[in-house]
């Protein structure tokens, strides 16, 4: 199992899909206790699934939030990709919600706003998920909420439209079903809307007997509220699961709402400090060291040129594999990249890793679709 089998002691399956299993793992080093998603590549291969799994890797590794699976690092074989991600011991929210018809307001809240902390976060850095449900949230040891599996997200400029329809039914916003072209923040917001409704009536607020009927719903955002729900609670959620996408409350306006503001305390509010450097797709001090991780979308050859060039380029920096560059081949024309500190000067290594994260990027060769002229 390449470097992963040396470093880790597999444990207990958490849990399997079509393609992966994530494992319960014990870093033998340090003791930590991690989750390592086991990705077989032949069948992502043949499923032509493998740009999903690019952009997850993508996406958790410039992501460092407090309610967010913060990814440690990623190694692969000839036949597997392991990603060693947080454990997150609590499982999935909607097992602490089956125990009781529905979560008081007090845990929705404060679920809620951990909830909107992160998206707000990956909003801001230009990451759109396009799959929030229950089941991609966990809930850690403390009881906090986290997100994950960025599988179908998205990274995009505010107000440019994305095209592909994704997302699990029930939580799915109507522009996605009804257009061609679709926002991603309120997309994601849609989403979070239906959680939050979820939370605090033990169901989602869109149900029907098929899939065409609960999609009839959505799209004219058809749905009663319980008679428990306070006048707050339906005021918040009727503005996020507003049908007409241009009407729907904005993340701002959310931060706003006075049943979300009670006992908010955001990582912001507390001086959490977190990286800014999501357009350069960088990410420091993580556990095992001061690195920066770099994704690159040419093949193992040209990646390690380009590595080199860059160095080289660099006031004459030397690049030695084994102690401060690790490439790691994703698939023929994706690599994963290590850059790792060790004794060089802040300045010189900070901007070698500016200059190489530009270096490894292709030049965009796509065309960028206009905001449509349609209603809604």
Known sequence: MCLIGRKYKMRRTLGE???????????TYTGQMVAIKIIDKMM???????????????????????????????????????????????G??????????????????????????????????????????????????????KVTDFGLSAFHKPDIFLTTAC????YIAPEVIAYKFYEGAPVDIWACGVILYEFLAGKTPFEGNNLPSISRKIKLGKFEF??????????????????????????????????????HYSMHSQGIQIEQHFNLQLR???????KTKLESEYSLMKTI???????????????????????IQLTPQHCLVEISKYDWGFVEYDEFCKSLSI?????????THSIPNSKA
Not at 256 to 261: I, L, M, R, V
């Open 44 to 90: 992502v291969f043949r499923d032509e699934l493998m740009e999903q799994v690019v952009t997850e890797i993508s996406a958790m590794n410039v992501l460092d939030h407090p309610n967010i699976v913060r990814i440690h690092e990623v190694s692969a074989s000839k036949t597997k990709i392991f990603i060693v991600m947080e454990y997150v011991s609590g």
């Open 305 to 327: 040129q380009k590595v080199k060039k860059e160095a080289a380029k660099n006031a004459g920096l030397f690049i030695e594999n084994t102690k401060d560059a690790k490439v």
């Open 167 to 170: 997302g699990s039914p029930q």
């Open 359 to 367: 270096a490894l990027k292709k030049k965009p060769n796509h065309i």
């Open 284 to 290: 420091k001090g993580d556990d095992y060291g001061q």
């Open 226 to 263: 319980p008679i428990w729900f306070t006048e707050s609670q339906r005021n918040l959620i009727s503005k996020m699961l507003n049908p007409t996408y241009k009407q729907r409350i904005k993340m701002g306006d959310i931060f706003e709402d006075e049943w979300f503001k009670t006992d």
């Open 92 to 145: 999935e929210v909607l097992r602490n919600l089956n125990y009781r018809d529905r979560f008081n307001e007090q845990v929705s809240r404060k679920y809620f706003q951990q909830l909107i902390d992160a998206v707000d976060y990956c909003h801001e850095r230009g990451i759109y998920h396009r799959d929030l449900k229950p089941e991609n949230l966990l809930i850690d040891y403390k009881g906090d909420l």
């Open 17 to 27: 899909g079509n393609f992966a299993k994530v494992k319960l793992a014990e870093n």
